[in-house]
């Protein structure tokens, strides 16, 4: 090596992309962020937020991604077309799941064994998820699974899959209804689909989702239209 010059050791590349969905969780992202696993790149899609996030985050090392069409779908995409690292993770920023725990949710994945891994809750007090929540969700995983035929009991936020596959669903949905399209296209492409029990945690601040039962409302309407787009009634 010539005299005077030094060799940088080149950035890391990601095992794992996570995706994280963000609107207004200044709280919580600090929280969320320390927990990352080594290997998994956090990819933080703000989606308007008005309390700081976006520059937090980025004060956190993540890299930053703004969303401005408004909807959980369209900042789950964004953060999808985002990431490069084979494996893309998707995880609420809440502070409601566990990112230590996005290994176990992966690791399927990376080894072959599945295509698809979804995080099933499992609630750790009794305000984790409220009863019009949880009810909604258990009535939509039922007929996910008339319609699909998956085994799977609940439609957790914590997923994993290949990123080439996820793209290639093409997935339209830019609402609530994101994460349910994606186990519909998904089973609907002989996708082997596998879930793991995750702890399900006391959100930070105000849920604008599940938290709410107006939100409650708008998801499942989402989701309905999901479904019945599919062929199925809903």
């Known amino acids: 090596m010539p005299s005077g010059t030094h060799s940088e050791t080149p950035p890391a590349v990601p ?16 929280w969320v962020l320390a927990r990352m696993p080594a290997g998994y790149r956090p990819i933080v899609v703000d989606n308007g937020s008005r309390d700081g996030s976006a520059e937090l ?5 993540a890299h930053v991604v703004v969303e401005e069409r408004r909807g959980f779908g369209a900042a789950c995409h964004a953060g999808l077309l985002a990431a ?4 893309v993770c998707f995880c609420d920023c809440d502070a409601s799941l566990d ?11 990376l080894a072959g064994a599945a295509d698809l891994v979804l995080g099933r809750r499992r609630p750790q007090t009794l305000g984790s998820w409220p009863p019009h929540a949880r009810l909604a969700n258990a009535v939509l995983a039922r007929r996910l699974r008339g319609r699909t035929g998956a085994r799977l009991r609940d439609l957790g936020p914590m997923r994993a899959a290949r990123r080439v596959d996820l793209l290639a669903l093409e997935v339209v949905d830019r609402r609530s209804g994101y994460p349910l399209e994606t186990v519909v296209r998904a089973a609907d492409a002989g996708w082997r689909i596998a879930e793991v029990d995750v702890r399900y945690l006391p959100r930070s601040g105000r849920s604008k989702v599940t938290g709410t039962v107006r939100g409650t409302v708008t998801a499942v309407r989402d ?6 787009r599919a062929g199925r009634p809903a």
Request: glycine share 4%; aromatic share 2%.
């Open 57 to 61: 985050a980025r004060s956190f090392g």
């Open 223 to 228: 989701m309905s239209a999901v479904l019945a």
């Open 84 to 87: 490069t690292a084979p494996v």
């Open 15 to 30: 095992r794992v992309d996570v995706v994280l969905p963000c609107l207004d969780e200044a709280d919580a992202l600090p």
């Open 99 to 109: 990112p230590g725990q996005l290994p176990e949710v992966a690791d399927p994945v």
